[in-house]
């Protein structure tokens, strides 16, 4: 069996889309897949599965928690080796070791096109830097996240690429949950 992480995009934020993770976790677990667990409330699930992955599990849990849950929300899909790949490849080694809640990684639906991803770039007013890595952008906020300009909703705007971002500890934090 496959070990699968979802992320959930835009839930539990601010009141908004509230969904209870073990509603989650069950939901998962009535699909079939097994060992479904959670962490934090943002959205984040590891579970074990047969082989549908990517953007085929992506749909059905889509679906599926559109009509068991009542929730439109979109779920990003990574295998736990897709995982490892994403944290051996931060472009950004120094600033995870030295300041890793200002480290993002924005995991996308698909791999961005290198002129959309200079597009974003070139909206960037503040000290963040950006790069793209398949369907990765790791983002750097040396001055913090919340008050930087570089929001996701710019990111995916310019991109035209839904997606949802993980700070760095999160992201050493589920792929530990991944691990077990």
Known sequence: MTVQIALLRGINVGGHRPVAMSDL???VTGLGFDSARSMLQSGNLVFRGD???GEILERLLEAEADTRLGLHADFLIRSAKEWKEVVARNPFR???ARDPS???VMFLKAAPN???VKAVQAQIAGPEVIRADG???YIVYPAGIG???LTNALIEKKLGIRGTARNWNTVLKIGALADE
Do not use: Q
């Open 25 to 27: 976790r069950d939901l």
């Open 51 to 53: 082989a549908r992955t």
């Open 94 to 96: 120094e600033e995870a």
């Open 102 to 104: 200002h480290l993002v």
């Open 114 to 116: 290198a002129k959309d």
């Open 135 to 137: 369907r990765h952008l």
């Open 147 to 149: 008050k930087s300009r």
